[in-house]
């Protein structure tokens, strides 16, 4: 099992910037990859960025420029920076982690972002 916390989530106004933290714990060793999702009242989980073992990252076209996926293997701590922010960023952003076809998710952080 692996568990994930998040963290980091709050209230900003469109243009600011926060940084979200997942931190990973269990059997994370054989992990392929982590990421971020995320989902807004009425809509579905989508994803946001992935980082993998090997580092490489992908982005959705809507956070591209505007988001970093960053991590500490030292601290089994994946981030998400995430500058010039938008109202239509605002959902409860979920820390994903992959290992083969099973898929861990943390418990969830409120990114609001008013205008």
């Known amino acids: 099992q692996v568990q994930l916390v998040e963290s980091g989530g709050g209230l900003v106004q469109a243009g600011g910037s926060l940084r979200l933290s997942c931190v990973a714990s269990?059997?994370?060793?054989?992990?392929?990859?982590m990421g971020w999702f995320r989902q807004a009242p009425g809509k579905q989980r989508e994803l946001v960025a992935t980082?993998?073992?090997?580092?490489?990252?992908n982005y959705a076209g809507s956070v591209k420029g505007r988001f970093t996926i960053s991590r500490d293997n030292a601290k089994n701590t994946v981030y998400l920076q995430m500058n010039s922010l938008k109202p239509e960023d605002t959902a409860v952003y979920y820390c994903?982690?992959?290992?083969?076809?099973?898929?861990?998710w943390g418990q969830g952080t409120q990114v609001t972002v008013s205008f």
């Open positions: 269990g059997s994370i060793v054989s992990i392929n990859s």
């Open positions: 980082i993998f073992n090997s580092g490489s990252t």
């Open positions: 994903n982690a992959r290992r083969s076809v099973v898929y861990y």
